[in-house]
Structures are given as structure tokens and as C-alpha cells.
């Protein structure tokens, strides 16, 4: 038996083979039969970079990397993880802030060569394979003209995204992700392939809507997309001394917003940068978005000249991989005034000059959907908030954690009930269970024990199985 530790508490794992054993059993079944899909170890030199996920805090030597390029493919190393009882690491875009895409001495199923993405301009749909990245359907999107809301940065992975919700510019008008999203295609824990939508397996389509990687493997996403015309992006960064007035002053105009504008603003120890994205009729677009520059004397502004796609990039290197992160988030129903004062304490006290406090607007379509809908757990709120350090330095991982924690932990205090899983950096039952709510977890940990009741896919904010539930039909 080999034990496999884990940096983020985790706990201690075990798969029945060591590594080496492990890495030529897949090799000889897999591979060998299947040659389109490779199968790497420790001594081939691609190794390195494939083993490496986007937080650089994680790092972990899986026994092999496998990278199917068809759903049978993922089918098998699905069951050649479950037959050796190998830990089963499953990636898309890499980008989970715990690093639970990756594992120590056992499996990681790299989806990253299944990215195609086939957009229907008809019937206004696209399919999208389960290791595509969010740049991927953005692109494939913009040649129609169409969009399927998802997040702000183009290096994160459609799959991991839309599990566990997909929020971003465009869901106060077009709702999550997951409202926009009509079947999925998924390998089982046993192996078996399983198509769901609202009229099959309608309980599962339930908790993969929020419900992160729990119930299988997604090898095909169906989205409905949406027509967008011209958008208009305004910009604008306040300095420090401003921070108090600004805040106050976008809580107010925030609350007016029509669903088409949405806005966002990130707190660094030094500046403030608001934003504001409008997709409604372009006749009002200048009106609408213009007083979020006047919040206060502003050192930068920009408005317009900038298209979806180049918004859904211009992060893209701010949250470079390699980096060191962190991330704590909750959901608010108000910037009140004493949110307003944790705000201003905890960027006073920020860790690196990057560390920051982001707030995204939420409400207008997402809240449309009623609570019990999906999975995902947090309709009602207005805003979401990460505390996120950044740092490059090992040496500063415990200062900056830290920060996180406890400048979030302030935060957390003052949110709503419910939470958004795929911005949690800490994970464990508590992380899970306060997310959904006793009556969600409830309700997903007998849907685990139905399709999963190994816990084979375990790394993720996972649902502990428990079968003497019966799932909800
Ligand atoms: P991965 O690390 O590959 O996977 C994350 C989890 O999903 C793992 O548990 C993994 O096992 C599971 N998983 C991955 N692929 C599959 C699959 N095909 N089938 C089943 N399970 C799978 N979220 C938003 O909503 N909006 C944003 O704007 C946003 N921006 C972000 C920006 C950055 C820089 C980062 C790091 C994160 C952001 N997030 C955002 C959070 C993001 O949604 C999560 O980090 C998400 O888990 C990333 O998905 P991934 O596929 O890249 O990650």
C-alpha cells in the first residue's frame, strides 16, 4: 500500500498498486490498446510540464498522466482506476485552487486533448468537449455571433467552471452556466457511459448543476447559446485615499443596475479598479455605465474599444500559471457598511502588492431561477466576493494564506447562507456541507451513493456518499 499525503488536508489516501506498477499496468491496457491515447510517466520528459497545474502552490507527482482523446478511452482509464483502486485525479483546465486535478502516486485523467468545440448557429447550440477551455467556446462562439455565458479568464476550464455554477460579465442577463446548459455526456464510477438532461436521469441533472466533478467524468457538454451585439466597457482605477467614497458610492449605484450592466471592482492595498459591462441596446450604453467613472477623481479611465472576446482576455496574464494562490469567496446580500469596513482593513493589510479582494455583481437572470433548481446554492445574492493573495515566493505561503483566511474569515461572517465551491481554496466536509446546506448535501450525498458509492472520484469539494438516503427522483 502507498500512502498518499495531501498539502490541503485532504487526508490520507491509498491505491492498492505502487506507482511504477500502476504506471505499467495503464500503459499495457490502455495504451496498447487504444494508441491514440497516450500514457505518460515519470521518465518521459513531458512529464514536467504536464504534471503542473495553474496554482503553484500544488505540487504533485501523479504515477501516470493519461490523455484520452474519446469517451471510450476515458471510459477505461475510468475503470482501470476503480479495478486497482488508484486515486483518480480528473483535469480539464487545471485551474481548481486547491490543486484537486492533480493527486500524488496516483491517476490524473488529463482531458486537455478532448477541446472541440461545435457551435450550431441554428439551433443556437453548442457541444463542447470535457477538457475544452473557456477560450475555446468564447472563439468558436464569436464566429456566430453567439455566446454561452461562463467566467472572466480564457485559460479556465469549461468543465470544472460550469460543475460547479459559471458565473461572469454575462450571467445578471443570461444566468450561470449551468442555466444556460441542456445535457451532458459522462463516465460513470463503473465505467459506463451516461447521457442526462431535465428529462433523463433528471436527479442527476440536478447535481452536476453545482454539484462539481462528484457523479462522473464529462466527456460533452450541450449548451444553449445566445445572439450578443456590440458590448460597451468602461474601466476606471481610484487610488487609495478614494477607496471609502467609491465604495459608498457604487454600493448605491449598483443597486440601480438593470440586469444588462454588470460590475465588478478588485481592491489591491494601493488601487481600486472598477468596471462596468453593458450588452444591452447601445443607445443607452454610454448613459449607464458613465457614472462609475465619477465615483471620485479617477487616475485612469477607459471606455470602449473593446469587444467580448478581448475582455474575456485582457486578465489572462494577470492570473498567469505558476503563480502562488489562494482564494477564499462568500456570497452578499449588500455592501453594507460594515462589509465596507472589512473591505478597507483587509486590503490595508494585504500581503503582496497583487493580493486582492475582487466583487463581482451578481442577481438579475441568476436570481430568475428558483433556489431548489440546481445544486448550486446562493440565487439570492447580490454580489460574490473572493479574497485572493497572489505571491511568487514559497517562503510566503503561510503569510499569505493567512491573509486569505482571515481577511475572508471577516467577510464570510457578514455573507449569506450557501456558497460558491469553485472558489474555495480550503476544502473538507465543512467547505461542502456549508456550500449546499444541510438539505442539498443531503439530497447530493444520496445521489453520490447512487452513482459513485466508492468515493472514486474524491478529489473536489467532494459529497461523502451516504446510501441509507434515497435520492430525490
Ligand atoms: P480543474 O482543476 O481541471 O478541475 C476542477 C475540478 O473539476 C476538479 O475537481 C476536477 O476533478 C473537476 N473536473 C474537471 N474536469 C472535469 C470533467 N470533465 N468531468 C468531471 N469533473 C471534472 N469561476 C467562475 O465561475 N467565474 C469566473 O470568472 C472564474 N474565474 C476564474 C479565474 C481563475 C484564474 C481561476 C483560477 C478560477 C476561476 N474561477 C471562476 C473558478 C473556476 O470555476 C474553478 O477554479 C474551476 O474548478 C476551474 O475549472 P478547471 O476545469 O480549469 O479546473
Not at 467566467?151 to 460550469?162: E, K, Q, W
Not at 485582457?314 to 503563480?323: I, L, M, T, V, Y
Amino acid at each position: 500500500m502507498v500512502e498518499i499525503k495531501n498539502k490541503w488536508g485532504l487526508g490520507s489516501q491509498s491505491t492498492a498498486l505502487g506507482g511504477g506498477m500502476l504506471l505499467a499496468r495503464i500503459s499495457k491496457e490502455l495504451e496498447a490498446a487504444e494508441p491514440s491515447c497516450t500514457v505518460i510517466g515519470p521518465h518521459q520528459p513531458e512529464y514536467e510540464t504536464l504534471r503542473r497545474v495553474w496554482n503553484g502552490t500544488v505540487d504533485r507527482r501523479p504515477a501516470a498522466i493519461v490523455r484520452p482523446r474519446t469517451a471510450c478511452q476515458v471510459a477505461k482509464a475510468v475503470q482501470i482506476a476503480a479495478e486497482y483502486s488508484a486515486l483518480l485525479a480528473v483535469r480539464c483546465g487545471g485551474h481548481s485552487f486547491p490543486g484537486l486535478s492533480t493527486c500524488d502516486g496516483g491517476i490524473v485523467l488529463d482531458l486537455s486533448a478532448m477541446n472541440h468545440v461545435v457551435v450550431d448557429p441554428l439551433s443556437r447550440t453548442v457541444e463542447v468537449e470535457g477538457g475544452a477551455l473557456l477560450g475555446h467556446l468564447d472563439v468558436a462562439g464569436a464566429a456566430a455571433g453567439l455566446v454561452t455565458p461562463a467566467g472572466v479568464i480564457s485559460h479556465t476550464g469549461v468543465a470544472g467552471l460550469t460543475l460547479g455554477g459559471g458565473m461572469g460579465w454575462l450571467s445578471r442577463r443570461f444566468g450561470l452556466t449551468i442555466d444556460s446548459l441542456l445535457s451532458v455526456d459522462l463516465i460513470t464510477a463503473q465505467g459506463r457511459a451516461l447521457h442526462t438532461s431535465q428529462d433523463i436521469e433528471p436527479d442527476l441533472f440536478w447535481g452536476i448543476r453545482g454539484g462539481g466533478g462528484n457523479f462522473g467524468v464529462v466527456t460533452k457538454f450541450r449548451f444553449k447559446m445566445h445572439p450578443l451585439g456590440p458590448v460597451l466597457v468602461g474601466r476606471w482605477s481610484y487610488p487609495r485615499q478614494a477607496f471609502d467614497t467609491v465604495l459608498r458610492g457604487y454600493r448605491d449605484l449598483a443597486a440601480e443596475a438593470p440586469r444588462e450592466l454588470t460590475t465588478a471592482f478588485t481592491m489591491t492595498s494601493t488601487t481600486m479598479s472598477v468596471s462596468a459591462f453593458w450588452c444591452g441596446s447601445p443607445e443607452n450604453a454610454s448613459a449607464v455605465i458613465q457614472p462609475y467613472g465619477s465615483l471620485a477623481r479617477a487616475d485612469t479611465s477607459m471606455i470602449g474599444g473593446q469587444t467580448y472576446l478581448e475582455l474575456q482576455t485582457r486578465n489572462d496574464s494577470h492570473f498567469a500559471w505558476g503563480r502562488r494562490y489562494y482564494a477564499k469567496g462568500g456570497f452578499l446580500g449588500d455592501i453594507d457598511d460594515q462589509v465596507i469596513d472589512g473591505l478597507l482593513d483587509a486590503v490595508a493589510t494585504a500581503p503582496t502588492p497583487d493580493s486582492e479582494f475582487y466583487v463581482l455583481q451578481l442577481g438579475g437572470a441568476i436570481s430568475d431561477v428558483d433556489e431548489a433548481t440546481t445544486a448550486y446554492s446562493g440565487r439570492a445574492a447580490k454580489f460574490y466576493w473572493i479574497a485572493e493573495p497572489v505571491w511568487d515566493n514559497p517562503v510566503d505561503d503561510s503569510r499569505c494564506i493567512a491573509w486569505g483566511r482571515k481577511a475572508g474569515g471577516r467577510l464570510a461572517a457578514m455573507s449569506q447562507a450557501g456558497n460558491y465551491v469553485n472558489e474555495q481554496a480550503d476544502t473538507g466536509k465543512d467547505v461542502s456541507y456549508n456550500a449546499y446546506g444541510p438539505e442539498k448535501y443531503n439530497r447530493l450525498a444520496a445521489l453520490k451513493a447512487r452513482f459513485d458509492p466508492s468515493n472514486l472520484f474524491r478529489l473536489n469539494q467532494n459529497i461523502e456518499p451516504k446510501p441509507s438516503l434515497v435520492a430525490h427522483r
